[in-house]
Structure formats: structure tokens, C-alpha cells
């Protein structure tokens, strides 16, 4: 039960940022632009993943770094997935108000506290033993798509076909979230996680919506 809550929440959650995405790619077109002009002074208007980090800052899922630039190369810590995540699931508000984690270096003081202490009680993200959780250190690909099927429920789909890695990258690819040839060792930039955490959001919503094919490209 507790599981099927959790997966509905999601799915909700979703469906409200498709919401969001439909508005966004309307108002796209609508300009002949694919990126809000001066946004982030760091993301050209013709890079591949601008939609998707415009429509998901329009969310409130993804920000800048406080200078006006969105550093699309940097690697995303497994503290920002997190936190990102948590966002997707509008579980913002709960996750800053629970600051405890069990994992010592993780202390309450730190930024994301309640990200990880939240995204760990739904199963989300996970520790390496020894009561380490390694909140700065990067996320792979594979990483970054497991997390993102555990928060959209297709976890068991993915044990299924295979668990972690290739299970979880199979299944998807088949959603659109990503290509069923992602490195397995590679850690993720800001910009394909944008684009990952796009892709997911619109396979749970179900999205259609005029400009999602361009970015997708799967649909």
C-alpha cells in the first residue's frame, strides 16, 4: 500500500509538471524559440537540452548556481539527485522540514539533509554501508536512471529485466528516458540529467504535447 501511494504521489506530481511542460512548449512555439532569452547566460539558445532545463526551472525542480549560469557540464553529486528527485515528487517543503539522516556524513547542517533522508525512506537512494551515503560524489548514468525509475515506480520492471545496470537502462530506453547505449561508467552532466528527469516526468504524464517529440525524440 504504502508503495502504491508513494507511486501515485509521482504520478501526480507529473502530471501537474506536464502541465507545466505543455504550457512551456506552447509558449515556445508561440516565440519561435526553443530557451527563455537570458535565462542562463551559459546555455545557448540552439543546445539540444535548453527546453528541458527551461521547462523543468520553470517547475521549480532544477535551478542556477546564484550567478546566472546553469554550468550544464557539471557532474551532478548524488546530493543533487536528491534533492532534484524529492523536487519531481513535490516532496520540496517535506524534505527541507526533515533534516535527520542515519548516515554520518550527512549531518543535519548539511544543505541537502532532507533530500537524502527523505529519497532514502522511499527507497529512492541508498547508502554504501558503513554509514556513508557520499553526498558529493558523482552520479553515473546508470545511477542517475536507476533513481529516477525507483521515484516512478518501475523498479520491479527493471529488476526484472535484468537489475542494475542494464535492466534499469532497458527499461528506459523503452520509456524515452534515455538511449538504451548509455555508458555504464560515465558520470552524468547537469545537462543530460535535465534531459533525463524531462523524459521521465513526460513518460509518467503520458505527454503528447506539440515541441515534446523534438526534444524526446522517441515519440
Same mark, same amino acid.
Given at each position: 500500500?504504502?508503495? %502504491?501511494?508513494?507511486?501515485?504521489?509521482?504520478?501526480?506530481?507529473?502530471?501537474? =509538471?506536464?502541465?507545466? %511542460?505543455?504550457?512551456?512548449?506552447?509558449?515556445?512555439?508561440?516565440?519561435?524559440?526553443?530557451?527563455?532569452?537570458? %535565462?542562463?547566460?551559459?546555455?545557448?539558445? *540552439?543546445?539540444?537540452?535548453?527546453?528541458?532545463?527551461?521547462?523543468?526551472?520553470?517547475? #521549480?525542480?532544477?535551478?542556477?548556481?546564484?550567478? #546566472?549560469?546553469?554550468?550544464?557540464?557539471?557532474?551532478?553529486?548524488?546530493?543533487?539527485?536528491?534533492?532534484?528527485?524529492?523536487?519531481?515528487?513535490?516532496?520540496?517543503?517535506?524534505?527541507?522540514?526533515?533534516?535527520?539522516?542515519?548516515?554520518?556524513?550527512?549531518?543535519?547542517?548539511?544543505?541537502?539533509?532532507?533530500?537524502?533522508?527523505?529519497?532514502?525512506?522511499?527507497?529512492? &537512494?541508498?547508502?554504501? *554501508?558503513? #554509514?556513508?551515503? $557520499? /553526498?558529493?560524489? /558523482? !552520479?553515473?548514468?546508470?545511477?542517475? &536512471?536507476?533513481?529516477?525509475?525507483?521515484?516512478? $515506480?518501475?523498479?520491479?520492471?527493471?529488476?526484472?529485466? #535484468?537489475?542494475?545496470?542494464?535492466?534499469?537502462?532497458? !527499461?528506459?530506453?523503452? =520509456?524515452?528516458? +534515455?538511449?538504451?547505449? =548509455?555508458?555504464?561508467?560515465?558520470?552524468? /552532466?547537469?545537462?543530460?540529467?535535465?534531459?533525463? +528527469?524531462?523524459?521521465?516526468?513526460?513518460?509518467?504524464?503520458?505527454?503528447?504535447?506539440?515541441?515534446?517529440?523534438?526534444? +524526446?525524440?522517441?515519440?
Amino acid at each position: 500500500m504504502k508503495k %502504491l501511494r508513494t507511486v501515485t504521489i509521482f504520478l501526480l506530481c507529473s502530471l501537474l =509538471l506536464c502541465t507545466t %511542460l505543455s504550457a512551456h512548449h506552447h509558449a515556445v512555439r508561440a516565440h519561435h524559440s526553443g530557451h527563455h532569452a537570458g %535565462l542562463f547566460s551559459d546555455i545557448p539558445a *540552439g543546445a539540444g537540452y535548453c527546453a528541458a532545463v527551461d521547462a523543468l526551472y520553470d517547475a #521549480g525542480v532544477i535551478t542556477g548556481d546564484g550567478n #546566472g549560469r546553469f554550468n550544464p557540464q557539471n557532474q551532478v553529486s548524488r546530493a543533487e539527485a536528491a534533492a532534484i528527485i524529492c523536487r519531481m515528487r513535490g516532496l520540496d517543503d517535506t524534505a527541507k522540514a526533515y533534516c535527520e539522516t542515519s548516515f554520518a556524513d550527512v549531518p543535519s547542517t548539511h544543505w541537502a539533509s532532507g533530500y537524502i533522508a527523505t529519497a532514502c525512506d522511499l527507497g529512492i &537512494v541508498n547508502g554504501y *554501508g558503513g #554509514g556513508k551515503f $557520499g /553526498p558529493d560524489d /558523482p !552520479v553515473s548514468y546508470p545511477q542517475m &536512471v536507476k533513481m529516477l525509475l525507483c521515484a516512478a $515506480g518501475h523498479a520491479d520492471a527493471a529488476e526484472q529485466a #535484468g537489475g542494475f545496470p542494464q535492466g534499469y537502462i532497458s !527499461v528506459a530506453s523503452d =520509456l524515452g528516458i +534515455c538511449s538504451a547505449d =548509455l555508458s555504464y561508467t560515465q558520470h552524468c /552532466p547537469r545537462s543530460d540529467m535535465a534531459q533525463m +528527469c524531462y523524459h521521465t516526468a513526460l513518460a509518467a504524464g503520458n505527454c503528447y504535447c506539440a515541441g515534446c517529440q523534438r526534444i +524526446c525524440g522517441v515519440r
